[in-house]
């Protein structure tokens, strides 16, 4: 589960707590909440810990709450943009090989661009999807 690192920084900051007070007072190890303020993954019950030591809703350090809750743009969106900006470029080299063709040497440079692009397109996707 992804948390909001921010809120939980800030909330424990609110509250004068050390990361080893917040640890204890969340019954987890220190490591462990360390991990959780830089990276921002936890398991199901770390963050039911956090949320009990807290005495905030586990949806509310959720890190997919707190970005529609802002109206930011979350990663997802940002891989949708650079997916459909990796199509357009695909597009548009289809377009110049069909309008101009063009020496041997260029031809092969274009198709190898087409590749990679096509490559980058099909990565930026797969990682685009919710899992």
């Not at 940002?78 to 597009?91: D, E, M, Q």
């Not at 080299?93 to 990679?116: D, G, Q, T």
């Amino acid at each position: 589960m992804n948390l909001d690192t921010r809120r939980i920084r800030e909330e424990r900051v609110k509250r004068a707590w050390t990361q080893e007070q917040l640890a204890e007072i969340a019954d987890m190890g220190l490591r462990t909440l360390q991990r959780i303020e830089a990276t921002g993954v936890a398991s199901i019950e770390s963050a039911a810990s956090l949320s009990s030591a807290l005495s905030i809703p586990v949806s509310e350090l959720r890190l997919e709450r707190a970005v529609g809750r802002l109206g930011g743009t979350n990663d997802l969106h940002s891989r949708g943009a650079t997916f459909y900006r990796v199509w357009c470029l695909l597009a548009a080299l289809c377009v110049a090989l069909i309008l101009s063709p063009p020496k041997p040497m260029i031809l092969v440079a274009m198709w190898v661009s087409l590749w990679i692009a096509f490559e980058l397109g099909i990565a930026v996707a797969s990682r685009s999807r919710p899992s």
